[in-house]
């Protein structure tokens, strides 16, 4: 995760020797001091996925493709919201279709945000499947169904509910937020994760926390109490930051401890 909440998103995802950003909501400048920072070049990148329209999630994709000829997937919606100029390779991503990139299946599913046809995504590897899910009002059947089986989930964990309620944000903008079509909460993510949690997560990677209404601390200790009251206490939490870069989550590792403990 190079970088996450409110002032800009960008996940880096790596098989072998192909790479992909999903989400290129910092600077194209940033994008490429925090690519260079953990050893790509960004002329290494295939492609940038962009998830929705919103500013935090698009902000340097345009300029980053044009640099290095990457083409640029998103929903038609997302496109038509994001109103972009000059997106000279752009890529339809049909919610209803799979993508092959960087020999790695992605299934998107459209989910509740107040953008259009936003998308999280199951990204199937070789060492197990991803569960990627950043801006989610809420997580829904087809979402949870969509991660079933999931080794890692990399998903909003955006405010305290209580903190939210006596946020110096607005009212309106405050009753977004905890809407459906809003953000996800600590407690939204913990109870998700007391009642449906499957049993092959083996890491949660926690996202686009608000530096408003919530504390790095205080999200992963939600998450945490979440797992130990179901008896998962094993599961690893990871949560990212807006400023920096945070811990790659290798799937090559997690893959062999598992094969370790089976045998
Ligand atoms: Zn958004
Ligand atoms: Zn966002």
Same mark, same amino acid.
Not at 183 to 198: Q, T
């Given at each position: 995760?190079?970088?996450?909440?409110?002032?800009?998103?960008?996940?880096?995802?790596?098989?072998?020797?192909?790479?992909?950003?999903?989400?290129?909501?910092?600077?194209?400048?940033?994008?490429?001091?925090?690519?260079?920072?953990?050893?790509?070049?960004?002329?290494?990148?295939?492609?940038?996925?962009?998830?929705?329209?919103?500013?935090?999630?698009?902000?340097?994709?345009?300029?980053?493709?044009?640099?290095?000829?990457?083409?640029?997937?998103?929903?038609?919606?997302?496109?038509?919201?994001?109103?972009?100029?000059?997106?000279?390779?752009?890529?339809?991503?049909?919610?209803?279709? !799979?993508?092959?990139?960087?020999?790695?299946?992605?299934?998107?599913?459209?989910?509740?945000?107040?953008?259009?046809?936003?998308?999280?995504?199951?990204?199937?590897?070789?060492?197990?499947?991803?569960?990627?899910?950043?801006?989610?009002?809420?997580?829904?059947?087809?979402?949870?169904?969509?991660?079933?089986?999931?080794?890692?989930?990399?998903?909003?964990? &955006?405010?305290?509910?209580?903190?939210?309620?006596?946020?110096?944000?607005?009212?309106?903008?405050?009753?977004?937020?905890?809407?459906?079509?809003?953000?996800?909460? &600590?407690?939204?993510?913990?109870?998700?994760?007391?009642?449906?949690?499957?049993?092959?997560?083996?890491?949660?990677?926690?996202?686009?926390?608000?530096?408003?209404?919530?504390?790095?601390?205080?999200?992963?200790?939600?998450?945490?109490?979440?797992?130990?009251?179901?008896?998962?206490?094993?599961?690893?939490?990871?949560?990212?930051?807006?400023?920096?870069?945070?811990? !790659?989550?290798?799937?090559?590792?997690?893959?062999?401890?598992?094969?370790?403990?089976?045998?």
């Amino acid at each position: 995760m190079l970088g996450s909440g409110s002032g800009g998103n960008a996940t880096l995802l790596s098989h072998g020797n192909a790479h992909a950003l999903v989400d290129a909501g910092l600077s194209c400048r940033d994008l490429c001091r925090r690519l260079e920072h953990v050893g790509v070049e960004p002329g290494a990148l295939h492609a940038i996925v962009v998830t929705h329209a919103h500013g935090d999630h698009t902000r340097g994709a345009r300029l980053l493709s044009r640099r290095y000829g990457l083409p640029v997937y998103s929903t038609a919606g997302a496109l038509r919201e994001w109103r972009v100029s000059e997106l000279q390779d752009w890529r339809e991503l049909a919610p209803s279709r !799979p993508l092959e990139l960087c020999g790695l299946r992605f299934e998107p599913c459209v989910v509740p945000h107040d953008a259009s046809e936003t998308v999280a995504f199951r990204i199937d590897t070789p060492e197990g499947a991803v569960g990627f899910a950043t801006d989610v009002g809420a997580i829904t059947a087809e979402l949870a169904a969509l991660f079933r089986g999931c080794r890692v989930l990399v998903i909003e964990s &955006n405010h305290a509910e209580d903190l939210l309620r006596v946020s110096p944000y607005d009212a309106a903008t405050r009753s977004r937020i905890a809407s459906d079509a809003g953000h996800l909460s &600590n407690e939204a993510l913990a109870a998700y994760v007391r009642g449906g949690l499957g049993p092959d997560v083996r890491c949660i990677v926690l996202m686009h926390l608000s530096r408003v209404n919530n504390v790095p601390e205080l999200a992963e200790l939600t998450c945490r109490e979440a797992l130990d009251a179901c008896g998962r206490g094993d599961v690893q939490v990871v949560v990212t930051s807006q400023d920096k870069v945070a811990p !790659p989550v290798d799937l090559e590792t997690w893959a062999q401890r598992c094969l370790k403990e089976a045998v």
